[in-house]
Structures are given as structure tokens and as C-alpha cells.
């Protein structure tokens, strides 16, 4: 599945799409909220500015992944990989972080305190 198929499948109404291989994808600005990617592998994908409130990235790997400006109120990212991540600026108000790994090369916003969000460092 490429982008435009996701986005195309999304737009249809369909919000299940666990465990795909999303690696490297453009998805800037996507609007994709409640998406379910439980599980997929989505390392080095550009969402800057994405639209992905209320979405469920458990267990998925977003190492590498730019989320600059991206809105991820309320997603799931329980047990996800964010090793090397870019969150500045991102909005994460309400998003479950417990136990997503993170490491010195992931960029978080001014003020963002993992720790308090029961997020692991390796």
C-alpha cells in the first residue's frame, strides 16, 4: 500500500490499518484522525503538521519520524519506539505516552517532560 492508497482507503471511511510497513512515507499534512497503526512500522515517515488526534500508534515504530507541528491529541503511543523522533511543536495534550522508548537524539518541545509522561529512555 502507498500513501495515496492510505489516504484514498482513510477518506472511504476505513480506519484499521495495523501492523503495515509505512516506512519512509510523505505524509505531510495528512489528515488522518482515528487512524488505527497499531503496531506498523512507519521509522524515517514525514508527518509534519499531520492531523492525527485521537489515533492508536501503540507498539508502532515512529523512530526517526518528523512530527513537527503535528497534532497528536489524544493518540495512543503506548510502548512505541519514538528513538530519534522530532516533536517540536508537536501537540500532544492527552496522548497516552507509557512506555514509549525514546533516546538523546529525540526532540521533544520546550518544556516537554518525558519523565512525567512514564516514557522510557534507553
Do not use: C, Q
Not at 58 to 67: G, T
Amino acid at each position: 500500500m502507498n500513501a495515496e492508497e492510505l489516504k484514498r482507503r482513510f477518506a472511504a471511511g476505513e480506519r484499521y490499518f495495523p501492523a503495515l510497513n509505512l516506512s519512509r512515507y510523505k505524509l505531510i499534512g495528512a489528515y488522518l484522525p482515528g487512524i488505527n497503526l497499531w503496531g506498523s512500522d512507519l521509522s524515517g515517515a514525514n508527518l509534519a503538521k499531520a492531523k492525527l488526534w485521537g489515533a492508536d500508534l501503540s507498539r508502532a515504530n515512529l523512530s526517526k519520524v518528523n512530527f513537527t507541528r503535528a497534532n497528536l491529541s489524544g493518540v495512543k503511543l503506548n510502548e512505541a519506539n519514538l528513538r530519534g523522533a522530532k516533536l517540536n511543536h508537536a501537540k500532544l495534550y492527552g496522548a497516552n505516552l507509557t512506555g514509549a522508548y525514546y533516546d538523546e537524539s529525540t526532540r521533544f518541545s520546550r518544556g516537554f517532560d518525558p519523565i512525567s509522561k512514564n516514557m522510557r529512555k534507553v
